[in-house]
């Protein structure tokens, strides 16, 4: 066997291995893709009271992250109603008339847990898509994350949680919490 | 000491500005133009709101407590030799030489936010349009799950009267003793913020009249979309002055607002955006880096520079003091502005002042360096001549506002620490550094003249007297 055909039989392996493993089809899209890196973007926000966090991208799916120091309405007990969330998450950067979907529910990133909510909102162009709004937090301080995309398929959502339990992620949240 | 040893401690200092500002316990305190006349520990609980009230011949302070620590959850409290989840302490400060300790009131148990009771506000029942004549009574927080009013007559024996409970928060509430009114910052259950107002008539104290909810638009029940900042504190001038001005925000996304307060008692009460918006006379939005933690009206002031002018001569200024909220400046600074509302549809800062960071390198202190709150009394005494703002580890400091355009620093005083002043920490590379500053907190005057501050790190209460210039701005003899 020819070398070349080797390293595409192996790519090939790995794709397939890669789609059984999220459960994907020939036809999904690149967001779900272990083949198409989660690549950094530029922070698309506006200048706000909070730092620029990060942002990064996987076909059409987005994950926007940033710390919120001191922002957390309980330390004690953390992020635990859904009013809480809307009141703390970055949803209102890509809509400021988002809208929850559902319920929210608990979700954990890392070693730190919080709450989730699926939210609506509308694209400039009046398209609707949805967002997942995301607040966990230690003690006093919260990490809020955003994921857009087609939240609809939990495969996308599956993916998005694996990228901000990464290393990439979890290092860089490390380090804006101090190292925490 | 060697010419050795003091090449190196001099060599140090200049190398490391904080080793040489860092406080010491045993050290003296910093001061100018302001003096020391007495001290309590407060038994070492992390304070919040001072209210000294006098009833009788007597001066009572009464101190809200934040919850306790994770060292110390639950503070001994030496007259019962119990521990007591932090809650109201309650001082004769009659001779302010001699505070005499007279009770402590425990709270909702809860360390640091999620417990204490914070806030404490005093009416007199003869005040009250229909309280006892023979009550005094202080309404205070109880964590963030209700608010009370007990009688304090006798000040070392309170009763319970009343309790509002079912709340996820509560905060900086306002009492006004003439009508019974009070703005109570709280969180109900179905608000989409943790703290907002509950207007109540409690011209009664035994019996509560719920007027009506309030809050910014977009706060309000089954509301979408974002949520405007938090509440932190109205204070109202009455029917006379018929305002309320709200401040929302601590450290960021501060908003003013000036409500028609006649509207907001006797307009349409169900919380819709309409009913909401409809009592709002106009709004300062501050910058996001900013927030709004007390916004104190001082309503008609004459201002000598503008005496002449054919317009303006006598303005309404508000002040409103940011808090800052994190250690070590890790923040945007948080300071003292003065907003013009003289002409109320377009309010309009016009000064801001802060302790200038090197003269202390307070960023480098430890703990939190910025404003936090200021005195709240209208004594004639101080009202509209001098401000005194707490400003964490640069302790407090005196302002001369007469001039609300140009305010000007006239004293301070910077409280010693003791050992009992507890750590605040950073995180620094995954590990805890700690440094212990003082923290003050709350201010609060008396209609004597007497300046009380309170300390968030535990060091208690301090008593404070003017001298020098600061006591001519006064008027002081």
Redesign the interface.
């Known amino acids: 066997m020819k070398r070349r055909t080797i390293v595409q039989t192996s790519l090939a392996a790995g794709l397939v291995a890669g789609m059984v493993a999220l459960n994907l089809r020939e036809d999904d899209p690149p967001s779900l893709s272990k083949d198409v890196p989660w690549r950094p973007t530029n922070w698309p926000f506006p200048r706000d009271a909070w730092p620029q966090g990060r942002a990064w991208r996987r076909g059409t799916l987005e994950v926007y992250v940033r710390p919120k120091l001191g922002f957390c309405g309980n330390c004690e007990t953390g992020v635990t109603t859904d009013e809480e969330v809307d009141r703390v998450t970055d949803v209102d950067l890509l809509d400021q008339r988002f809208a929850p979907v559902n319920e929210g529910l608990a979700v954990r990133i890392g070693a730190m847990s919080g709450r989730a909510r699926l939210y609506r909102y509308e694209l400039p162009t009046g398209v609707m898509r949805h967002v997942e709004g995301i607040a966990v937090s230690q003690k006093c301080d919260l990490v809020i994350a955003v994921i857009a995309g087609n939240l609809l398929d939990e495969r996308e959502r599956t993916s998005a949680y694996r990228h901000l339990e990464s290393s990439t992620v979890q290092d860089w949240i490390s380090q804006a919490l101090g190292g925490r | 000491m060697t010419r050795q040893s003091l090449l190196i401690v001099g060599l140090l200092v200049a190398a490391f500005p904080s080793f040489a500002q860092q406080q010491k316990v045993g050290a003296p305190p910093e001061a100018s133009n302001m003096r020391l006349v007495g001290w309590t520990d407060l038994q070492a609980r992390s304070a919040y709101q001072p209210t000294i009230h006098r009833q009788g011949n007597r001066w009572i302070a009464y101190i809200g407590h934040h919850g306790g620590s994770d060292e110390i959850p639950t503070p001994v409290n030496p007259m019962t030799g119990k521990p007591e989840p932090n809650g109201t302490s309650i001082v004769d400060v009659t001779d302010p030489a001699n505070p005499k300790y007279l009770r402590h009131l425990p709270g909702q148990p809860?360390?640091?936010?999620?417990g204490g009771a914070q806030m404490v506000r005093i009416c007199d029942g003869s005040a009250l349009p229909k309280g006892d004549r023979a009550a005094v009574y202080m309404l205070r927080t109880f964590g963030?799950e209700a608010h009370e009013i007990w009688n304090v007559a006798n000040p070392a024996e309170p009763v319970l009267v009343t309790r509002i409970g079912g709340l996820?928060?509560t905060h900086k509430s306002w009492w006004e003793c003439d009508t019974g009114i009070a703005f109570l910052v709280g969180g109900a259950p179905d608000?989409?913020?943790?703290r907002m107002t509950q207007i109540y008539d409690l011209s009664d104290p035994k019996n509560p009249v719920k007027i009506r909810d309030f809050g910014l638009v977009g706060q309000e029940p089954g509301a979408?979309?974002?949520?405007p900042t938090?509440l932190h504190g109205p204070i109202s001038t009455g029917p006379q002055g018929n305002r309320v001005y709200f401040g929302y925000g601590t450290?960021?996304?501060g908003v003013l607002q000036i409500v028609d307060r006649e509207k907001l008692l006797k307009g349409p009460k169900e919380p819709t955006p309409a009913n909401l918006a409809a009592p709002e006379v106009a709004r300062l939005v501050m910058t996001?880096?900013t927030g709004a933690h007390t916004t104190f009206p001082m309503p008609k002031m004459s201002v000598a520079e503008f005496a002449r002018d054919k317009d303006g001569a006598e303005r309404d200024i508000v002040m409103i003091v940011n808090e800052s909220?994190?250690n070590e400046c890790?923040?945007a600074r948080q300071m003292v502005w003065f907003a013009d509302l003289s002409i109320e549809k377009a309010p309009m800062m016009v000064s801001n002042w802060t302790v200038p960071e090197a003269s202390g390198n307070f960023c480098q202190r430890g703990g939190r360096f910025g404003a936090h709150s200021s005195n709240e009394s209208m004594d004639p005494v101080y009202y509209k001549k001098m401000a005194f703002i707490a400003f964490f580890n640069a302790g407090v400091r005196a302002l001369d506002i007469r001039n609300p355009f140009q305010p000007k620093e006239v004293g301070y005083f910077i409280p010693a620490i003791t050992e009992k002043t507890d750590k605040r920490c950073?995180?620094?590379?995954?590990?805890d550094r700690c440094k212990t500053a003082i923290q003050t907190n709350n201010v609060e005057t008396d209609a004597r003249g007497y300046i009380y501050i309170v300390d968030r790190a535990n060091t208690g209460m301090h008593i404070l007297e003017l001298g020098g210039e600061a006591r001519t701005v006064a008027g002081l003899k």
């Open positions: 809860g360390k640091y936010e999620a963030g996820k928060d608000w989409r913020t943790k979408t979309g974002t949520v938090d450290n960021k996304g996001p880096w909220i994190l890790a923040e950073v995180k620094v590379d995954g590990q």
